[in-house]
């Protein structure tokens, strides 16, 4: 074997044992993701210095790097193994944060089997990895000239490089700026858990100076289903001409049993945080003096938050008010693959539990990008469907890539009308003692005017929301209730009647429910028109 080929064979085995760790700890374009984070390391291994001070340096760095992200694939294999969970999850951050010393230990002998096969596994990769740069540093390499299509070769990765260093969501997963930042993270928990606990308790004593009193029409369950970035304009049961809501649309038209539809609801926020503070904050997310969940149970209702997302703000501002908390979701970010399906059975126990009142809220993840990752592989009804909409972007001059978006999101769209349906059917089971809400927390641009897709704060589609309640009275409600425009950040106010909470802060004015509602169109950085 010559003294490239030799040199080639050792760098192969380092690079070898990183991609096996890679592959037991990520999943899909992950993979690819950090191996480009990855690739400096692997340049120097095939371009070494032939000064013995640089070469020391390059080894040195290589050394560092093959051990970051050797001891990163190790804990990300364990948490996988162990919870199916990601170290930045909620779920881990809140268990890390929250134990000690002797918690540690404790946890360590538990799954000590585990423990020890993936430190054996890490042992096993650094073994590997030490051995060929041994070898590498022992050898008299000859150096490859850096000309020809070996210079354009390295150009481009050094290229891709410094794009994936640019671009935060890869950047993010570098194991060296991970785990610092997960570190900042778990300590900053630990500092904010005092001041969250003082604040639930001043939530709930603020609720009891509003005198929040049950009302003889109280239901005995209402069930307020939340989802995430859904555009009510996909929805056939508003209108769009593909069969997106097959399940809502065969609810609504159930004879003496009236789905409301409210044609025009708006969200005032682009993403989910300030959405959900707005609501439960009655609009005043700035202030936080009176919390929805928190006056329902000075009322009297025992509570549930049940959730198919991690996210660590909602569940310590939100979800730990609750009596009872399910966070099924354990992968932060837009890669989870929970589906919202999961939630259905929680939901079931949690309408037979025989409290006298119970609110129970169902957090979905919806529509939330990526939206092939939002229904199963087997459930897509649009794609390569040549129809009208497909045509009409195609005559819009979208690119397919936004074309193929849109057949995912209206797929996604399709299979969460059937588990949203379903929470509908589960509810109505308990006949006109129970109530349903259902909206999401802000919209989503798909190719509607321009070729963004995902989030948007500039464009209407934005915070274009559905919202849709079920239960007494809807039917006695006057058409113009359904017709005249509904902003999500008021919804709490209608929300408390329909638990039939009487409360001092109750402002009928913004209560669409009411007959002194009055509509004001809320500051948002686009113009439009509130009735479309």
């Known amino acids: 074997m010559s003294p490239q080929q030799l040199r080639l064979s050792l760098a192969g085995l380092a690079l070898s044992a990183l991609i096996l760790a890679l592959v037991l700890a990520y999943d899909g374009k992950r993979i690819f993701q950090v191996l480009v984070l990855a690739l400096p390391a692997v340049l120097c291994l095939g371009w070494p210095s032939r000064r013995r001070a640089l070469r020391a340096l390059q080894l040195g760095f290589v050394a560092i790097m093959g051990f970051a992200f050797i001891a990163d694939a190790a804990v990300r294999g364990f948490l996988l193994d162990v919870y199916g969970a990601s170290p930045a999850s909620a779920m881990v951050l809140t268990a890390v944060a929250n134990t000690t010393p002797q918690e540690a230990v404790e946890f360590m002998a538990m799954y000590r089997v585990s423990v020890w096969l993936w430190v054996l596994f890490a042992l096993m990769m650094l073994a590997i990895l030490s051995a060929s740069l041994v070898g590498w540093w022992r050898m008299s390499l000859p150096l490859w000239q850096l000309a020809g299509w070996r210079f354009g070769a390295v150009l481009l990765l050094l290229t891709l490089v410094a794009l994936s260093l640019a671009i935060k969501p890869w950047r993010q997963h570098h194991p060296l700026l991970f785990w610092t930042g997960w570190v900042a993270d778990v300590s900053s928990l630990r500092d904010q858990w005092t001041d969250l606990g003082e604040q639930r308790q001043r939530l709930l004593t603020n609720a009891q100076t509003q005198h929040p009193q049950l009302t003889s029409g109280a239901p005995d369950t209402v069930v307020l289903v939340i989802s995430e970035s859904i555009n009510r304009a996909h929805l056939s049961l508003y209108g769009y001409p593909r069969d997106t809501t097959p399940a809502l649309m065969q609810l609504e038209q159930s004879e003496g049993d009236r789905l409301g539809v409210f044609q025009h609801a708006w969200s005032v926020d682009a993403s989910t945080v300030q959405a959900l503070r707005n609501f439960f904050y009655f609009g005043h997310a700035q202030d936080q003096q009176q919390h929805l969940m928190a006056l329902a149970a000075k009322a009297g209702y025992e509570t549930w ?113 059937a588990v949203v349906a379903a929470t509908l059917d589960m509810t109505r089971t308990l006949g006109k003692h129970a109530t349903w809400v259902y909206f999401s927390d802000h919209g989503q641009e ?24 079920w239960g007494e009275g809807m039917e006695n409600l006057p058409s113009r209730s359904f017709t005249q425009p509904v902003r999500t950040d008021w919804l709490g106010h209608s929300v408390m009647r329909l638990l039939g909470i009487d409360w001092l802060g109750h402002v009928p004015e913004k209560d669409v429910l009411d007959n002194r509602y009055r509509w004001q169109a809320p500051n948002l950085p686009m113009v439009t028109n509130f009735a479309s």
């Open 305 to 417: 938050w049940i959730s198919n997302h991690d996210d660590l703000a909602i569940d310590q501002e939100h979800a730990q008010l609750a009596d009872r908390v399910h966070m099924l979701n354990k992968t932060p970010g837009r890669s989870g693959l929970s589906l919202d399906e999961g939630t259905l059975p929680l939901l079931h126990a949690a309408l037979q539990h025989k409290a006298a009142r119970k609110l129970i809220v169902v957090h979905l993840l919806g529509t939330h990008p990526h939206y092939a990752l939002r229904h199963p592989d087997q459930r897509t009804p649009f794609n390569n469907v040549k129809d009208g909409v497909y045509q009409g972007l195609k005559d819009q001059g979208r690119p397919s890539r936004v074309r193929a978006l849109r057949n995912d999101y209206d797929s996604a769209i399709h299979y969460h009308d």
């Open 446 to 469: 798909v190719g509607h005017v321009s070729n963004h897709v995902g989030h948007s704060a500039s464009t209407a589609d934005g915070y274009r929301v559905p919202l849709l309640i």
